[in-house]
């Protein structure tokens, strides 16, 4: 199988994410593709402000009735710092007859340069990187070896971000057709990301 892999904070998942990953499962032909939450995230300068079983609950609430995504708890029941290097290399000792893909968003893709071992990742998967409203990139910008490992797709542009949404929430405002129906409602239950 063709999989693509969504790695991401989700703190909380948005219908960015969402649609990243179906555009992404459209235009490079996966077969699945599998959200998979970090657990620390490797650059993030603060910790997420959701616990990572809040974060892995949200995920499967919001892909429920999609038949091609699942969630993967692989990140957070391993524990630590999530290096994508080191996730690669244990999906592929798992499933090595499966082909894998890493989707990331336009912002990813500039720091691609700066992720651990990104010499021996980009020798391992191809990245899927999509559009990103505010993070214009540009082949030339990369070293060509890194250039050459990511497959360029296209999505609906959302201008939204989880640090955004987490502002929205604290300040009691609207997330309606931001976040997935269930995850608007799970947020609001647990009381996530209120001041
Ligand atoms: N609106 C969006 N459009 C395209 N890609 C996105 C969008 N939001 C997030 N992504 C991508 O999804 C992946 C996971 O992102 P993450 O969970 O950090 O969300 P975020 O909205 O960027 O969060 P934060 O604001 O906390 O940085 C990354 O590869 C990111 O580039
Ligand atoms: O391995 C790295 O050095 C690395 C650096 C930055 C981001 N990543 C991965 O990229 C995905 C998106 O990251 P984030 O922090 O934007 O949610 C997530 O799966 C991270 O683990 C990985």
Not at 12 to 19: E, K, M, N, Q, R
Not at 142 to 165: F, K
Request: proline fraction near 8%; charge should be neutral.
């Amino acid at each position: 199988m063709r999989i693509g892999i969504m790695g991401g904070t989700f703190d909380p998942v948005h219908i960015g994410h969402l649609l990243a990953a179906e555009s992404a499962r459209e235009s490079a032909g996966l077969d699945e593709v599998w959200f998979m939450p970090t657990c620390v995230p490797p650059h993030k300068r603060s910790a997420p402000a959701a616990d990572a079983r809040h974060r892995l609950r949200m995920v499967e609430l919001a892909i429920q009735g999609h038949p091609d995504f699942r969630a993967c708890p692989l990140e957070i029941e391993k524990g630590g710092t999530s290096y994508t290097y080191e996730t690669v290399r244990l999906l592929k000792e798992r499933h090595p007859e499966d082909e894998f893909y890493y989707i990331i968003g336009a912002d990813m893709v500039q720091y691609l340069p700066n992720w651990a071992k990104i010499g021996e990742l980009a020798q391992q998967i191809r990245f899927i990187g999509l559009r990103r409203p505010g993070y214009e990139w540009n082949p030339g910008e990369l070293p060509e070896w890194i250039a050459r490992a990511v497959i360029p797709a296209d999505m609906p542009q959302i201008g939204v971000s989880s640090t955004e949404i987490r502002r929205m929430l604290a300040q009691g405002r609207s997330l309606r057709y931001v976040l997935p129906e269930a995850v608007r409602l799970y947020v609001k239950e647990q009381g996530l990301y209120a001041s």
